[in-house]
């Protein structure tokens, strides 16, 4: 994935870093600074990340019960847990 600046660049949008986007729920769902680090995030309807990426290419996907507690998680480092 691009950083989100380099879009906005291509496309002729102004933009002042750091660039932050939330969800309508208030979470921050990417984020990228001047030194070009972003970060992206998803959640699921309760507020619980679900993923996580950013541009050193590290990923994390997690899953959760219906009490909010992490049951699964894997990432780019090759480690996973089912709890």
């Known amino acids: 994935m ?17 660039i932050e986007i939330k969800d309508a729920d208030g979470n921050l769902t990417y984020s990228e600074n001047s030194n070009g680090y972003w970060r992206k995030k998803e959640y699921d309807a309760d507020g619980n990340q679900t993923y996580f990426e950013d541009s050193n290419g590290y990923w994390r ?16 480092d090759g480690y996973w847990c089912k709890k």
């Open 61 to 76: 996907k997690s899953e959760y019960n219906a009490a909010g507690n992490e049951t699964y998680y894997e990432d780019s």
């Open 2 to 18: 691009k950083p989100l600046s380099e879009t906005y660049k291509e496309l002729g949008i102004a933009f002042t870093l750091p």
